[in-house]
């Protein structure tokens, strides 16, 4: 069976994909930690690279001398190859974001994890992304407010500790090694978060009472088939990979971590949300409510279409953005674990912060204004909370 990123893809006109900070083989072989404590300092410094994107926004040909209020001239908008960015694969792929763009162009480029996403957000490359929320919050915190607004949800659970099968309680991961896609990512934080719950101490540079190894998700698959990696914290489809394709099992499945009394939603926790430079948004909000538009449906789309009609979309989508279609049990696992939504679940984003905080790739600050659902309420029918931390 093929499998999606396990090779590069034929880029579609005007896309790119990119695995920022990551080659195609590991740097370092499991459990050598090399260059994670220049990462995550980079994660929770100043960062020139965001103040950057606070003096120059979006790149000059589409922000330079364009009155506010203007459509763009292009749209950049990045995206994972994943599922749980099935609002992002099916938006692009059905056309549905490029037919409300109108006379904007639309480019996409593909990235791995959140904090390659935001790293081309902030320096200009692009304008608006799909991401998880910690890589998000994380940009807000460092550049004092002034980097990104999270405009709308996408996708909701989706993520889960899948591990070997003879591993059957947090007890048993004392000196174990596990992977999450890149540090400072959602689940990176959450894995982090989880195993200081569980009384366990990690540190960026992969020491600690569990080592965790940032590994791009293909190579987390693959190290863990040849049985140097013990488990991963993984969104799909990669936790659903790993289980029907390399033998692992669930040890947590994240949705049952949250009980709703944060959100209303029982189970539901935010894995995928849309984003856009603020500079962006502030030159060209016509621009960032035709990608609502879009986005929304995009999501209608995936709410209302039978699972077989789901499931050639994505795969012809993942097909085109990351390399490779699924096999039918991997997608249809992935899909029964996701709920697509635009609600970005606000009432959970203090916790996740918190999460970062414990994680040590973030500080703690205050995430108030981190919201701007303004454009979102406008072009939906139902209007969507910002739990007191921004514009609704």
């Known amino acids: 069976m093929a499998n999606p990123q396990d090779k590069n893809p034929q880029n579609q006109q005007g896309s790119t994909r990119i695995v920022a900070g990551q080659p195609a083989k590991p740097k370092r072989p499991v459990g050598v930690k090399i260059g994670i404590a220049a990462a995550v300092l980079a994660l929770i410094g100043g960062g020139a690279a965001v103040a950057s994107s606070v003096n120059a926004g979006a790149p000059a040909a589409t922000q330079e001398g364009a009155p506010a209020g ?72 460092k550049s004092q407010g002034q980097s990104v607004n999270i405009i709308a949800g996408a996708a909701a659970g989706g993520a889960q500790l899948v591990v070997k099968p003879e591993i059957t309680s947090a007890a048993d991961l004392k000196g174990k090694t596990l992977a999450s896609p890149q540090l400072g990512g959602t689940q990176d934080v959450a894995l982090r978060a989880w195993l200081s719950s569980q009384g366990y101490k990690t540190n960026v540079d992969g020491s600690g009472d569990v080592a965790i190894n940032p590994t791009e998700n293909a190579q987390t698959l693959k190290l863990f088939q040849d049985g140097k990696l013990d488990g991963a914290w993984l969104p799909e489809p990669w936790a659903s990979r790993l289980v029907l394709n390399a033998g692992a099992k669930v040890l947590v499945d994240e949705k049952d971590l949250w ?16 984003i856009v430079n603020r500079k ?14 879009g986005h929304a449906k995009s999501v209608e789309w995936l709410n209302s279409a039978s699972a077989a009609d789901k499931a050639t979309v994505i795969n012809a989508a993942l097909k085109e953005a990351a390399g490779a279609e699924l096999s039918a049990d991997v997608i249809d696992r992935s899909l029964k674990n996701i709920v697509f939504t635009v609600d970005p679940l606000a009432g959970t984003y203090q916790k996740l912060l918190a999460d970062g905080v414990t994680a040590g790739t973030t500080k703690q600050a205050d995430i108030n204004g981190i919201f701007d659902l303004r454009a979102l309420n406008s072009v939906s029918n139902v209007k969507t909370s910002a739990a007191g931390l921004g514009q609704e």
């Open 70 to 141: 203007n459509p763009a001239t292009e749209l950049k908008l990045g995206y994972f190859g994943n599922v749980t960015h099935a609002p992002a694969l099916v938006g692009v792929s059905k056309g549905f974001i490029k037919d409300e763009l109108g006379s904007t162009k639309l480019s996409t480029q593909v990235f791995n994890a959140g904090p390659a996403a935001i790293e081309a957000l902030n320096a200009g490359a692009i304008d608006a992304t799909y991401i998880g929320p910690n890589p998000a919050i994380n940009s807000f915190v």
């Open 280 to 293: 962006f948004a502030a030159d060209h909000p016509d621009t960032v409510k035709a990608l609502l538009k």
């Open 259 to 274: 009980d709703g009394s944060l959100s209303g939603k029982p189970g539901e926790f935010p894995t995928t949300i849309l």
